[in-house]
């Protein structure tokens, strides 16, 4: 016996590690059109590729519950079951989104062969483009069955999206063609005397039939000023509906350039007024005591336009009471 211990040795450690159970994974991303044994569990063995079914549709996801688990498991011969029960797969498959435009382009010239103006928009209530599955090649598009009426601008038609990696996806989609304007709408709900600040607002079309006449149309606009009123996620945002807010507030300490061809000479001034954004304000030069008119550029920034000026009645009272107070 101890003559053959040593090719003894030699065979075990030759032998192949055990393999490891099978187990179901936490999530599984699929880049494939079907789902695969392998996808779901974790060293399925030599029928990893067999296949269980289709995937999910691309940007979309299912979950595989304990129960199915099992069966699958079963019906693969794999040597799991489930311990607690809440075991579930997260299957999920990447996708991209494609644009509105790109979609109803095709409809749009289908519709225009039949006598729509090609100047309106299509007006499609709770349409939303497929998603093609990552990676994969630009879509092919068609337009079945356009129906138009040129009295009430209604049409109706099935768009039938073809791409790689996808069964081919079709549509029946109703609508009319219509004037349609942008309108600034709000992004999140706003309160009453909050700012307005970049993001709190977006842009969108609407048809001009249903748009809020006074919709403000640009989000410049409104961004800056302060509300009169709360507003709710996703309603129009007019211009009446704000106000002017200070960029700088009176007393405060301004930069104030003086500005000449070729040179540009930057004084500390003081605000006689609440100063808003593109409009001009008086300010008091520091250095040299004299008042001059100037444009508000920013927050505490201001150009100087004008020569020493008097003051409005108003102000030069209040720049004097204040004189008076300070001796």
Not at 127 to 145: E, T, Y
Not at 190 to 208: F, I, K, N, S
Request: net charge neutral.
């Amino acid at each position: 016996m101890r003559a053959w211990s040593p090719l003894l040795a030699l065979s075990l450690l030759a032998l192949p590690a055990l393999a490891q159970p099978p187990a179901p994974r936490a999530q599984a991303v699929v880049e494939a059109a079907v789902v695969t044994l392998g996808d779901i569990f974790e060293h399925a063995g030599a029928r990893a590729d067999a296949t269980l079914g289709p995937a999910p549709a691309p940007g979309r996801r299912f979950v595989v519950e304990a129960p199915q688990l099992a069966a699958i498991a079963r019906d693969y011969g794999l040597a799991w079951r489930p311990l607690a029960g809440d075991e579930r797969v997260v299957v999920e498959r990447p996708g991209r989104a494609m644009r509105r435009e790109e979609v109803l382009e095709p409809l749009r010239a289908e519709l225009v062969a039949l006598g729509a103006d090609p100047e309106l928009d299509l007006d499609i209530p709770g349409f939303q483009p497929p998603n093609l599955p990552a990676g994969a090649p630009d879509a092919r598009i068609a337009v079945d069955g356009a129906l138009w009426d040129g009295v009430s601008r209604r049409f109706s038609a099935t768009l039938v999206v073809v791409a790689e990696g996808m069964p081919t996806f079709t549509q029946r989609v109703s609508g009319r063609a219509v004037a349609m304007r942008d309108v600034v709408v709000a992004a999140r709900p706003l309160r009453a005397g909050e700012m307005v600040m970049p993001g709190d607002v977006t842009v969108t079309r609407q048809a001009v039939d249903r748009a809020a006449p006074n919709a403000a149309e640009d989000a410049e606009a409104v961004t800056g000023q302060r509300l009169r009123r709360a507003i709710a996620a996703g309603q129009t945002v007019s211009a009446a509906d704000v106000a002017a807010a200070p960029v700088i507030a009176r007393d405060s300490v301004v930069q104030l350039l003086h500005q000449a061809p070729g040179l540009t000479l930057t004084a500390q001034g003081r605000a006689l007024e609440d100063g808003f954004r593109g409009r001009t304000l008086h300010v008091l030069n520091l250095a040299s005591g004299s008042v001059v008119q100037a444009e508000v550029l920013g927050p505490g920034r201001a150009r100087a336009v004008g020569a020493a000026i008097t003051l409005p009645p108003a102000i030069a009272a209040r720049v004097n009471r204040r004189d008076q107070a300070s001796r």
